[in-house]
């Protein structure tokens, strides 16, 4: 990107206002992030999920697959867990001689606890199980359709500041926090209250806090492990031990720290929590966490719905008529990038490829923290011959992505225009039904979403009076819908229109038409085809 573009997008991240929406149903919580009052990232969390990211399990070992170099493990879940020799974890030995010793009633302290040589890299899983075997272990990776959920055996437990590993004495830093100095700092502080046996990841917010908000937390996540081996004495068979903090929780713990403006939850229970875990790491934001009583559901109220209904679907659709398909796969998701039919006359092909490239490698970036798609990525722009759009694109495309907290690789275009992404899945892909009955047919075809009707209306309209210079046009839509446009008269929805474009056309009611059906004539009475 040229310095004026890095200056503009430096000036956008200065000025983004956030706001989480929480929409609290019986059985579960919708969380809406919204960055300039535009839908970014949308989580569903169950309230009954039993198989979180983050829970611990006492796992029972089924089978050992050494062509896999990998078990299939049973939590509790239909589908057996997989556990991959690699995920057992460099201290996989010393996990397994702490949960025997527990088992058999020894009163085990983890900072007397003599560790076990590290694992070999390349060992056999055969060597370090048997079918049989119970073995702590934690959610890597929810169930994802037909696949049980993947499963470590190297537990952690990530808090505010700092994640906690037991069986290790490693201290890491976060890499993101630049200064040697502060490094070193934080390095001495966990150094000096971490218990021997705990290894201590220390996280990017930490940057800058004090020794009794770190040691806060610290003992917080102790406590967790020491939960887990309270619950592995009584345990004679698989099941759960501990469970992760909730979406909701987990979501305000990680992103607080990007400076809400605003949380708004409709539920008096879930506002009450969240004030609560507020208040505990950052009293000042208690304020902006607001309790919805409002009549019109929360995500109408907030406008969240109609974004959702407009953002999700096979074909989403961009600014200037650009617009992209997304199909999925079980193998990978492919996204396609069209122009449309509006395209600049004064650029050359090139420059109105690069263009719309641009624009659509901006709102993949959007979609893809939306949905939560994960794993292989394709995406299919526009044919470009020049080098340096092609090296632009990719600049553009990884700015825009710096912003997904999700693990992501990308790759450059090659010379067809395809670009690789490889995104961290560990949730099912956030997919919601945008499409609606008809209510003609009662379901029998399917149409566009009728919360978007009108501006899908006011789209064509625009197209055809603006871009097309259409003289003399003729809108016809049901009775209900002519009325909805024509009503108040000089303050009707045809009237801001007509001033808005700075032409003038016609609005004619037909009976026969269905509720949402709509169409266009020219000046001669001849249907127009968008």
Known sequence: MSEEQQQEVALEEKTVTRDLVINSHASEVDIALLEDNILVELHREKTNNQFAVGDVYLGKVKKILPGLNAAFVDVGYPKEAFLHYLDLGMQASSLIKYKKQVVAGDDVAMDKLKLEPDLPKNGKIGDWLAVGDLLPVQIAKEPIHTKGPR???EISFAGRYLVLVPFSNRISVSQKIRSSEERNRLRRLIQS???ANYGVIIRTVAEGKKVADLDADLRSLISKWEQCTIEMKKMTNFGKMVSEMDQTSVMLRDLLNESFNNIHVNDEKLYEEIQNNIKAFAPKKAEIVQLYKGKDPI?????VTKQIKGFFGRVVTIKNGVYLIIEHTEAMHVID??????LNKENSQEDNAFEVNVMAAKEIARQLRLRDMGGIIIVDFIDMHEAKHRKELFDVLVEAMSHDRAKHNILPATKFGLIQITRQR?????EVQVQEKCPVCDGEGKIRPAILFIDEIENHLKYLLVDQNENHLTLQVHPFIYSYLCIDGLFSIRRKWMKKYGKKF?????????MLQYN??????DDIKL
């Not at 995500?299 to 406008?303: A, E, P, Q, S, T």
């Not at 016609?506 to 269905?514: A, L």
């Open 151 to 153: 499963i470590t055996a």
């Open 193 to 195: 209250i971490k218990p």
């Open 299 to 303: 995500f109408d109220f907030y406008n």
């Open 337 to 342: 990038v069209n122009s449309g039919h509006r």
């Open 426 to 430: 560990v949730r099912p892909e956030t």
């Open 506 to 514: 016609k609005v004619q009611s037909m009976p026969e038409f269905h």
């Open 520 to 525: 266009f004539q020219n000046a001669n009475g």
